[in-house]
């Protein structure tokens, strides 16, 4: 065969002023054939009309006015947020919190099972991990001034999940889940279940209060802080082993935060350094390093 018959045309790149240049059309043309050649059942569900983007626009307001609002998009299993501000003089009040568990709620209504947002370091990282988003992706300096831009999800799944508060007639249950807690973070804690029953009421009767999280009647979870003048301790928090995964642990923080903490106290975990799970899933929800106790074994 001819060398010069398979030699390709010499290549000319030119800028366009716009999308509407001429030729444009073919560069779509090109990608939407590849799109349907590829996977053709989901470009066909984006031509349906149940399936278009839906808008979620929320506003809080009180007796002065708008204090703050939540700007999104729903579509398929996706719920994209895209803007939540709340007015200066009314932040920490809980305002963001409410806007966003509503709008998850909204989106779990029309179908949704994940949420996905942007936001630069600057904003509102922080405020996402706490309720229960993941980091799943960044870009260092992102906006050419050093700044970093984090990409975010969540698995609203565990929107569904319920809290109320324990009583006494949940000790026994309670007490088993606490020897599973026991075992599963390798503590050398010796107690028999009916011990730590025992225990539990006294705890629940005096200085802490007992959270369980169910999810469609099942138990999944369970909390228990004690809230201090400046201070709230999270002494426990266990998940039951086939719903780990999930998001239910960092769900059961987000309803604490949101729900039952005030937000003016300063709030305080405690974690064996062998369980390295448990320090990341802290440090993740936004804790940091503060003490670390040591000690010395009798006879050593």
Same mark, same amino acid.
């Given at each position: 065969?001819?060398?010069?018959?398979?030699?390709?045309?010499?290549?000319?790149?030119? %800028?366009?002023?716009?999308?509407? +240049?001429?030729?444009?059309?073919?560069?779509?043309?090109?990608?939407? #054939?590849?799109?349907?050649?590829?996977?053709?059942?989901?470009?066909?569900?984006?031509?349906?009309? #149940?399936? #278009?983007?839906?808008? !979620? @626009?929320?506003?809080?307001?009180?007796?002065?006015? @708008?204090?703050?609002?939540? =700007?999104? #998009?729903?579509? =398929?299993?996706?719920?994209?947020? &895209?803007?939540?501000?709340?007015?200066?003089?009314?932040?920490?009040?809980?305002?963001?919190? +409410?806007? !966003?568990?509503? +709008?998850?709620?909204?989106?779990?209504?029309?179908?949704?099972?994940? %949420?996905?947002? $942007?936001?630069?370091?600057?904003?509102?990282?922080? =405020?996402?991990?706490? /309720?229960?988003? *993941?980091?799943?992706?960044?870009?260092?300096?992102?906006? &050419?001034?050093?700044?970093?831009?984090?990409?975010?999800?969540?698995?609203?799944?565990?929107?569904?999940?319920?809290?109320?508060?324990?009583?006494?007639?949940?000790?026994?249950?309670?007490? $088993?889940?606490?020897?599973?807690?026991?075992?599963?973070?390798? /503590?050398?804690?010796?107690?028999?279940?009916?011990?730590?029953?025992?225990?539990?009421?006294?705890?629940?009767?005096?200085?802490?209060?007992?959270?369980?999280?169910?999810?469609?009647?099942?138990?999944?979870?369970?909390?228990?802080?004690?809230?201090?003048?400046?201070?709230?301790?999270? *002494?426990?928090?266990?998940?039951?082993?086939?719903? *780990?995964?999930?998001?239910?642990?960092?769900?059961?923080?987000?309803?604490?935060?949101?729900?039952?903490?005030? /937000?003016?106290?300063?709030?305080?975990?405690? +974690? !064996?350094? &062998?369980?390295?799970?448990?320090?990341? =899933?802290?440090?993740?929800?936004?804790?940091?390093?503060?003490?670390?106790? !040591? $000690?010395?074994?009798?006879? %050593?």
């Amino acid at each position: 065969m001819n060398a010069e018959a398979i030699r390709p045309a010499p290549l000319k790149i030119e %800028a366009a002023a716009d999308t509407s +240049a001429a030729g444009c059309h073919l560069v779509r043309q090109w990608l939407r #054939e590849h799109n349907y050649a590829t996977n053709p059942k989901f470009m066909e569900l984006l031509q349906q009309p #149940e399936h #278009e983007v839906q808008t !979620l @626009v929320l506003l809080a307001s009180n007796d002065t006015g @708008v204090v703050g609002g939540l =700007f999104a #998009e729903t579509r =398929f299993a996706w719920l994209r947020i &895209s803007i939540i501000a709340v007015r200066p003089e009314n932040r920490s009040q809980g305002i963001g919190a +409410a806007l !966003l568990a509503e +709008a998850e709620r909204a989106a779990v209504a029309r179908g949704c099972e994940h %949420a996905y947002v $942007e936001t630069m370091e600057y904003q509102a990282p922080r =405020f996402y991990l706490g /309720h229960g988003y *993941r980091v799943v992706g960044e870009i260092p300096n992102w906006d &050419s001034q050093g700044h970093r831009k984090y990409f975010l999800t969540k698995n609203l799944a565990t929107a569904t999940v319920r809290y109320r508060l324990a009583t006494a007639e949940d000790c026994p249950r309670l007490a $088993e889940l606490n020897r599973e807690l026991i075992r599963d973070e390798g /503590h050398r804690n010796r107690m028999t279940v009916p011990e730590l029953e025992q225990r539990m009421r006294v705890w629940i009767a005096e200085e802490y209060r007992a959270v369980i999280f169910e999810d469609d009647s099942e138990i999944v979870a369970y909390v228990l802080f004690r809230e201090e003048p400046q201070e709230i301790y999270l *002494r426990q928090l266990f998940v039951v082993a086939h719903r *780990r995964g999930q998001g239910i642990g960092r769900r059961a923080v987000e309803i604490l935060r949101t729900q039952l903490w005030p /937000h003016n106290k300063r709030l305080t975990v405690a +974690a !064996l350094t &062998s369980n390295e799970n448990a320090l990341q =899933f802290w440090r993740s929800l936004g804790y940091t390093d503060y003490a670390v106790s !040591l $000690e010395i074994l009798p006879g %050593a």
